[in-house]
């Protein structure tokens, strides 16, 4: 059974950080391409990042600069370090692992993430 699990979302000022984790299980991490999504209210879902399984990382202009994605084959996470938050980050952030081959995506539960003051 897949699971993605993500922590390390919450409350945070304009300006702030937060790094977002992901845990998983049930797949062979390193053949899996990584990604995060996010989903503000009303909006449909984006891609924020993604690290393939080898190559270069992807991320969206909307937080170049600001966000980094990065990621642990030895202990299968993904992490997000976000930086100089804004309140348009605020949205409930999604860990998706892709199979690169087949296109099958799984996803997590989510971590909500709120930049406010």
């Known amino acids: 059974q897949v699971q993605l699990v993500e922590s390390g979302g919450g409350l945070v000022q304009p300006g702030g950080s937060l790094r977002l984790s992901c845990a998983a299980s049930g797949i062979i991490f390193r053949f899996y391409d990584m990604g995060w999504y996010r989903q503000a209210p009303g909006k449909e879902r984006e891609l924020v990042a993604t690290?393939?399984?080898?190559?270069?990382?992807v991320v969206a202009d909307s937080v170049k600069g600001r966000f980094t994605i990065s990621r642990d084959n030895n202990r299968n996470r993904v992490y997000l370090q976000m930086n100089s938050l804004k309140p348009e980050d605020t949205a409930v952030y999604y860990c998706?692992?892709?199979?690169?081959?087949?296109?099958?995506?799984?996803w997590g539960q989510g971590t909500q993430v709120t930049v406010s003051s």
């Open positions: 998706n692992a892709r199979y690169p081959i087949t296109h099958v995506d799984y």
């Open positions: 690290i393939p399984r080898g190559g270069d990382t």
